[in-house]
């Protein structure tokens, strides 16, 4: 009996050694997070005022302050006796997920002004050269109406799947995956902005010269907005940035690809939720050249930069405990060679 309650003493102080690593490795990841997010507003600042852009100001006071208010009400949890951390996790698991888009995607605008030459045609090719044809694949899905009423819903379901992540994973106790999937979501949003500025592509149906009689039972409504948005940012037409009317201009890689393998890395330690977020993110990718435009290309580079992003994190996250556990050692050992004396 002495040896099973033992047991269950140690197994419990192991528990409980386990929550306290995840609750600081937590806190340093989202320190990074307020760090990166801080470079990015910084660099925005710059480009506002090194270029033709102005931002309309209400919308990002509105957006900011609501993100500043949560982080700032997240800290005083944090440091206060009564810290909770599915309260002050849940509130900068919000606020930097909502900086980071609206931050990001501002810079954005300001990154394709650059017009670049487009690589659209260089794009195809490496589909053509992959074996690739969208043609046939949106022939095959514009003739069946119902694998679009499956397809169309996932691909849309990427805000509503990062609403449900934010407030999930903090709630559930997941911690240190809440401030990962941040990390992660920001990293990679960065890189996309990044290699799409240097390979800039409006899409697709574009480069394909495809209208809409072509493909009368799909609407690829993401598409279309690239394609109204982004020949603007090019030419200069458009220069205000606005936070609530910000629209996409990312083609390659593919930020829906990303997405889809970043939400089910993020939802995986969720038994009850892996099965159906594998299946329905698998739906996303097969959804994101049709909804979006993008080439087949787009995606592959899309799950690369995912996967690359999540081995970045884990040695990261690893490197971090094995400092912690260091010092753990470096204070116990000198307190149990003490009481040896």
């Known amino acids: 009996m002495t040896t099973t309650k033992g047991g ?28 990166l997010i801080g470079v990015v507003l910084v660099m925005l600042a710059l480009g506002v005022l090194l270029t033709s852009f102005r931002m309309e100001v209400n919308g990002y006071v509105i957006l900011l302050g609501m993100a500043g208010l949560y982080g700032y009400i997240g800290h005083r949890n944090a440091i206060s006796g009564a810290a909770n951390p599915r309260v002050y996790a849940t509130l900068f698991t919000l606020a930097q997920i909502i900086l980071v888009l609206v931050l990001v995607t501002s810079l954005g605008y300001i990154a394709a002004s650059a017009a670049l030459p487009m690589q659209e045609a260089r794009l195809l090719a490496f589909d053509h050269a992959l074996g690739l044809n969208f043609r046939t694949y949106l022939s095959f899905v514009n003739d ?10 996932a691909y ?68 279309y907005a690239t394609l109204r948005e982004l020949p603007l940012v090019r030419d200069g037409s458009t220069r205000v940035l606005d936070a609530f009317s910000l629209a996409p201009l990312l083609t390659f890689p593919s930020f829906h690809a990303i997405t889809a393998v970043l939400y089910t890395w993020a939802m995986w330690p969720l038994r009850w939720l892996r099965l159906v977020g594998c299946c329905w993110n698998a739906l996303v990718l097969a959804a994101t050249p049709i909804g979006g435009g993008h080439f087949f290309v787009d995606v592959i580079a899309g799950v690369a930069v995912a996967l690359a992003t999540i081995y970045a994190i884990r040695r990261l996250v690893n490197y971090l405990a094995h400092g912690q556990s260091q010092k753990r050692q470096a204070i116990l050992i000198p307190s149990f060679t003490t009481g040896a004396r």
């Open 156 to 223: 849309n379901s990427i805000f509503l799947q990062l609403t449900v992540l934010v407030v999930v994973l903090p709630v559930c106790g997941l911690y240190r995956r809440a401030a990962e999937f941040v990390l992660g979501y920001a990293i990679t949003l960065i890189v996309t902005t990044v290699i799409s500025t240097l390979i800039p592509a409006t899409g697709v149906y574009h480069a394909l010269e495809l209208v809409p009689a072509d493909h009368p039972n799909v609407e690829p409504l993401v598409y």
């Open 8 to 35: 269950r003493r140690f197994r419990s102080a192991g528990i409980l050694s386990n929550v306290k690593e995840d609750l600081e490795l937590s806190l340093w990841l989202f320190q990074l997070n307020w760090i």
């Open 144 to 153: 069946r109406p119902g694998l679009i009423r499956a397809l169309a819903p």
